[in-house]
């Protein structure tokens, strides 16, 4: 069974981290490109970051440069996103998400995508 399970979110203040987990079972994570969208409340999923297949390239939403960052670890099958400097307007509910062959020009395009996370949520607040 394909499934993707995302673990992390929670509730920090303005200015905390926190660090999101997507790790799959039933494909092989390394394989596939795998993004990163936060939907807020009354608002269209927003893709927010990538890393591509065999980590072979990031790329980033314009908002969150230089605070978020994605990653693998392969051995664990999973993909991260380490988010620092969190504000409200980085509150939602975060999924990841992947498909096989989207390239950087549709990236960010949920449409593509094939398997979702479920989707925890991620408040700031002080």
């Known amino acids: 069974q394909v499934q993707l399970v995302e673990s992390g979110g929670g509730l920090v203040q303005p200015g905390g981290s926190l660090r999101l987990s997507c790790t799959a079972s039933g494909l092989t994570l390394e394989d596939y490109n795998v993004a990163w969208f936060r939907q807020a409340p009354g608002k269209a999923r927003e893709a927010v970051s990538c890393?591509?297949?065999?980590?072979?390239?990031?790329i980033y939403t314009d908002s969150v440069k230089g605070r978020f960052t994605i990653s693998r670890d392969n051995t664990k099958n999973a993909v991260y996103l380490q988010m620092n400097k969190l504000a409200p307007e980085g509150a939602g509910t975060y999924y990841c998400?992947?498909?096989?062959?989207?390239?950087?020009?549709?990236?960010?395009?949920?449409?593509?995508?094939?398997?979702w996370g479920q989707g925890p949520q991620v408040a700031v607040s002080s």
């Open positions: 890393i591509y297949n065999k980590n072979s390239g990031k």
């Open positions: 998400a992947d498909e096989q062959y989207v390239g950087s020009a549709s990236w960010f395009l949920a449409s593509l995508y094939d398997v």
